[in-house]
C-alpha cells in the first residue's frame, strides 16, 4: 500500500469519492463518509486497520478477501458502495447533523434511482442521524425506500472496539442470508 505524508492525507480532505454502484445491485453498502487515507486513494474503506473487506469476506459476500483497490469487482458480484456523507474528512465526528441529514435525503434519492434489493449502512449513529431514527438498533429497519430493503450494520473501524471482526461477519452474514432470499426485482 502507498505510504501518505501527513500533508498528502490533510491535501485529500474534503475530496469526493466516486461510487461503486449500478443499477439493481443486490446489497448497496453505505459508509458514514470517506475518510482521509480513502480520499488520497480513490478506493472505499482504504485505511489499514479498517475491517470493511475482511468482513465482507468473512461472512460469505466475497469469494475470496478484496484489497480496497480491487473494489471494481463488487457490482459483478451485485455489491456496490456509497456513503451518506460525500466528503472526506479525518473523523466521522467532523460532520454536523445537518451534513447527515442532507446526505440522507441524497441517498434516498440515489437508492430510488439505483434500486438496490438492499441498502446497508453501516454505522448505527450515521443511520440514526441521517434518518431521524433515533431508536433504531443494528439489523433490519422497519423503513425502506420504494422497494428497497434498510438493514444497519455495525460500523467496520478499527476504533469500533465494541465489535469484533467475528461479530460483525456474523452480523454481515445475517444480511447475506436476507439478501440472497429477497428475489431480484423485475422492471
Known amino acids: 500500500m502507498t505510504r501518505f505524508t501527513a500533508a498528502e492525507l490533510e491535501a485529500a480532505r474534503d475530496r469526493l469519492v466516486p461510487d461503486v ?9 453505505c459508509g458514514i463518509n470517506p475518510g482521509l487515507m480513502t480520499a488520497a486513494t480513490g478506493h472505499h474503506f482504504a485505511r489499514p486497520g479498517n475491517r470493511f473487506w475482511p468482513v465482507l469476506h468473512r461472512s ?10 480491487e473494489q471494481d469487482r463488487l457490482p459483478g458480484l451485485g455489491l456496490g458502495i456509497t456513503n451518506v456523507v460525500a ?12 451534513e447527515y441529514r442532507e446526505g440522507g435525503r441524497l441517498l434516498v434519492a440515489k437508492v430510488e ?4 434489493r438492499w441498502l446497508a449502512v ?3 449513529t450515521a443511520y440514526r442521524t441521517a434518518f431521524q431514527e433515533r431508536t433504531a438498533a443494528v ?5 425502506s425506500i420504494g422497494g428497497t430493503r434498510i438493514w444497519v450494520l455495525p460500523n467496520p473501524s478499527g476504533l ?8 460483525m ?19
Open 169 to 187: 461477519a456474523e452480523a454481515f452474514a445475517e444480511l447475506r442470508t436476507a439478501a440472497s432470499r429477497t428475489p431480484d426485482r423485475t422492471a
Open 21 to 29: 454502484v449500478a443499477d439493481g445491485l443486490r446489497v448497496l453498502f
Open 87 to 98: 466528503r472526506a474528512t479525518a473523523r466521522a465526528d467532523e460532520l454536523s447533523a445537518a
Open 122 to 124: 453501516v454505522g448505527i
Open 60 to 69: 460469505g459476500f466475497t469469494p475470496e478477501l478484496l484489497k480496497p483497490s
Open 113 to 116: 434511482r439505483l434500486r438496490p
Open 139 to 143: 439489523g433490519p429497519q422497519e423503513r
Open 160 to 167: 469500533n472496539a465494541h465489535w469484533t471482526v467475528e461479530t
